[in-house]
T-cell receptor, first 110, second 116 residues
């Protein structure tokens, strides 16, 4: 069964501190992994995807197939990073749906 | 280019009633997915429509049904509403499968449904 877990409901860090939001998944095969973000009073939007190997707003995420993890990291958190973060996966086959984790609320304190 | 829109914004219904939620996809997108997001949880996939056909469904009962129209807009219908159906309902549109951009979903603002 496809499943995404995010162990932390809430993560608070001080501005300038490193941040890591954890994501683990279970999937029989090689899924595509994503991080979505929802800022206050805004809609859910894509932050980054593992296949792009990109850094967006200073965030990176590495897919670790051995540990089935896709943790989101940023070396120096900013107050504007405060938001709700959702990890999601999707299979490669046609019609495969997205499976979202429960989300982690990141609060960056001044 | 217009983004995904949903209507209504909020809705209050009583148990046993029926509800229809509407979604207009982003320009150029022919795939629409619907999600239910209960309070404190991540979005849960309900179903997806591609070219007016359902081509994927999550673990939701048949009283959740949908439609997609030739202009790719979509409806979510829920019959015999239950208290647990109270949630934010999200619609997301994406590019055609295989286009290379099909793995990015663009979400609407959601419809908040309250069942009393």
């Amino acid at each position: 069964a496809q499943r995404v877990t995010q162990p932390e409901k809430l993560l608070s860090v001080f501005k300038g501190a490193p941040v890591e939001l954890k994501c683990n998944y279970s999937y029989s095969g090689s899924p595509e992994l994503f991080w979505y973000v929802q800022y206050s009073r805004q809609r859910l939007q894509l932050l980054l995807r593992h296949i792009s190997r990109e850094s967006i707003k200073g965030f990176t995420a590495d897919l670790n197939k051995g540990e089935t993890s896709f943790h989101l990291k940023k070396p120096f958190a900013q107050e504007e990073d405060s938001a709700m973060y959702y990890c999601a996966l999707r299979g490669h086959n046609y019609g495969q749906n997205f499976v979202f984790g429960p989300g982690t609320r990141l609060s960056v304190l001044p | 280019e217009t983004g995904v829109t949903q209507s209504p914004t909020h809705l209050i219904k009583t148990r046993g009633q029926q509800v229809t939620l509407r979604c207009s996809s982003q320009s150029g997108h022919n795939t629409v997915s619907w999600y239910q997001q209960a309070l404190g949880q991540g979005p849960q996939f309900i179903f997806q429509y591609y070219r007016e056909e359902e081509n994927g469904r999550g673990n939701f009962p048949p009283r959740f049904s949908g439609l997609q129209f030739p202009n790719y807009s979509s409806e979510l219908n829920v019959n015999a509403l239950e208290l647990d159906d109270s949630a934010l309902y999200l619609c997301a549109s994406s590019s055609p499968w295989g286009s290379g951009a099909d793995n990015e979903q663009f979400f609407g603002p959601g419809t908040r449904l309250t069942v009393l």
